[in-house]
C-alpha cells in the first residue's frame, strides 16, 4: 500500500456562537430536546426504539390532527418530506396542478417535472395567496391528478386559508399535497377536519427538533393512489411502499433510522402534547403580533396584509436607505440574533423574521425589537 | 374549527436500555460523540457552522484518502448516499454492471432500474467475492458506462479485494462506484490510489457517529459524467448538482442542514484522525482476529474463507441443534449484547457480528465470547 495522506493539520473542537435562531429555520431546540440526543443508542430494531417509533406516530397524529394510519417520519430534512410528497403521488404522464406564490411552490413544480408530471402551475404575487375560485378555474383547464400548495411560505410570509380547498380538488378527482414545513406545530391546521390527502412538515420549524428529519401523513384517497401505481417510486430511498413496511407491524428493514435524531423529536412532540396544540398556536400568534406591532412602531411596513399573515415566518420591508445585508451583519455581530434575508424575487426587498418553536418567546421579540431600533433609529 | 383530537394518553419519557451494539450497525457512539450533538444549533448559514462544514470535507477526504473536491455529506443515512451515487451516475439507458454477492448489492442493482438504467449483474455465492477477470468477461458481454459493487458486504462478511477492478472498468470507459458503508474507517481503502470513482459510507458503521448522515466523494471522470448528463436527475433532494452548490464556496440554499447530526459527525471524525487511520484499522483487525479465535474455539463455523473476511463484520454459521433467534433473545436480555440474524439468502443461517468504530472493543469481544459460551455450552 503507498504511503498514506495525513489528516488536516487543524480540526479545532466545536465551540458555536450562543445564537437566537430568529431567521426562517432552523429555529431554537428546547434543552429537554438537545438532551435526549446524547442518549447512547440502540439498534434500529431493538424493541425499545420500535415502542419509540409507535408513540412518535401517535404524537404526530395529534400534531397534523388525523387519525391515517400511514404516518411516519421520512428520514431526511422536509426536503427530503417534499419530495416523498411529490415522487409517491406523481406518475410519469399524471396531470398535476402547482399554486406557487413562492419559492417553495417553485420547488415542488420542479419536483413534480422530474418525476414525469404534466405539470401546470398558476401563480399568485409573492405574499399572496390563491382563492378557491381560482384554483377550481385552473382546475377546469388542466384536470389534475395531484394539486399542491404550501399553506405557510417560509419564502414570503404568507398563510393561504384552506377551507373549500380540498373539495375543489376532489370534485376533480385529485389528491391534494399540502406542504406545512414553516406552519404545523405553529398555526392552526387539522388535516382531517380539511380533508387534506398528503402533509407532511420538517422537523426544525416549529416542532422545534433539530433539522434533519420529515414527518407526513396519508389519508385514504393518498394511500389509494400509491397502491394503485403502474410504475415503481423512482426513489427507492423515499418510496412510501418501502418505508411503510418499518414503520407498521410487519417491521422490514429498509434503512437505518436515524436514532439520535429521532429520539430528538419525540421528546419535541412530547413538549408540543404538554403544552397543547391551542396553547402552542395561540403562543405562536401572540408573539406574532408583538412582532408585528413592534416593527410597525419602528416605521417598517410588513410584506403580507394583515388577514394573510403566516404567524411563524413574517416578511418586514427593508426601507429603502438602508443597506439589507449589512443590518442583518450587525444584528449577528452584536447581539447574536439571526434572522434572514429574502429569496427568490424578494431578495434584497425583505427581511424574514420567524418565530417559530422554541424560538416564539416574548424575550426573543424584545430583544430583536430593541437591537433593531439601535440598529435603524 | 371543530374540537381538536387529544394526545395519545401516555408518551414516557425516553429510558433506553444500555446496549452493546455488536451488530451490523449502528455501531456505539464515543462519549465525544453523543456529547457535541446537545450544542445550541446555529442555522445552516451560519459563517460558523459552514467553517465546520469546510472542516467536515477536509477530515473526510483524509478518510476517504482522496484530494476529491467533490466530497460532501448527503443529508440521509448510507442508503441515501448509495441513492444519491446510483441516481446521479446512471441516467436513464445507461449500460449498467452490478456485481452482486449480498442484499445490498441486490438493493443497487434495484436502484438503477428505478434510473432506467440498463442494469445487468453478475453474482456469486453469498460469501464469496469476485476476480477481475470475472468482471472483465462481464464488461467484454456488456459494456457498462457505471459499474457498483460492494467493499464490505454488510449481508454476507466478505470483504471485496479491489486491486485492478477500476483498471478493468476504466478500460470499457465506465466509472466505478464502491459501497463502503460497512467498511471506511475500519478496513483498509484509499479511494485515489484505487482509482475508484465514486464511493460513499454511512455514519453509522466504522465511524461511529450517530445513524443518519452519507458521506461521499466523487473523482474527476464521475463529475464529468455529472456536468454531461442529458437528463436531470429524477431526485431534486439527492441531484449532486445542487447539493455541490451548498458545500462548494457558491452557498446556494438547498436544504436546512441537520447541523447538530452534522456536528457528531465532525466530532466523530476528529476522534478517527486522532486515532490515524492505520491505528484504527488495526485495531479492527485486532478484534476480529480475536473474535474469529474465539468463535472458532467455541467450535462455531465461520462463512467467509479467511482470506475474505471483513473485519468490521464477521458471519458466523448457526449449529444445527440451535434456535437462532432464540439465542439472540437471550443474548439481549441477559447480557443487553445485540447481535444480528442473517439477512435475505442467509436468513436462519447465520448471525452477523459487527465490530465497528467505537464497538471494536476487546471488552466486548470478550463479553460476547463469554456470553455464547454459557448459551451454546
New interface residues.
Partial sequence: ??P?????AS????D????I?L?P??S??PPRV???????????M?A??LA?MD?TQ??L??VF?T?NALTLVV??????AM?TAV?NMVEPGDAVLVCVNGYFGL?IA??AR??GGDVRTITRPWGEVFSVDEIRAALAEHPARVVALVHGETSTGAAQPMEGIAAAVHDCGGILIVDTVASLGGV?L?VD?LDIDVCYT?S?KCLSA???LGPITLGPRAVQKLEARRT???????DLTLLRQYWDTRRV?????????S??L??A??L??EE???ARWARHRRCAEMLWNGLEALGLALHVAPEHRLPSLTTVRVPESVEEAAIRSCL?AETNI?I?GG?GELKGKVWRIGLMGYSAREENVLALLGALDRLLG
Same sequence: chains 1, 2.
Avoid: K
Fill in positions: 500500500m503507498i498514506l495522506s495525513q489528516p488536516p480540526s479545532p473542537e466545536i458555536l456562537p450562543p445564537r435562531l431567521g429555520g432552523p431554537m431546540v438537545l438532551r435526549v440526543m446524547s442518549t447512547p443508542p440502540v439498534g434500529h431493538d425499545s426504539y419509540i408513540r401517535g404524537l397524529r395529534y390532527q387519525e428520514p431526511g430534512t422536509g426536503t427530503a419530495e415522487a420547488r420542479e419536483m422530474r418525476c392552526p387539522a377536519a420538517g426544525q433539530p433539522p434533519g415503481p417510486v423512482a426513489s427507492w430511498y423515499l428493514y429498509h434503512h437505518t433510522a436515524p436514532i439520535n435524531l429520539l430528538a419525540y421528546e412532540l412530547r408540543v402534547a397543547g396544540l391551542e449577528l439571526e434572514s429569496l
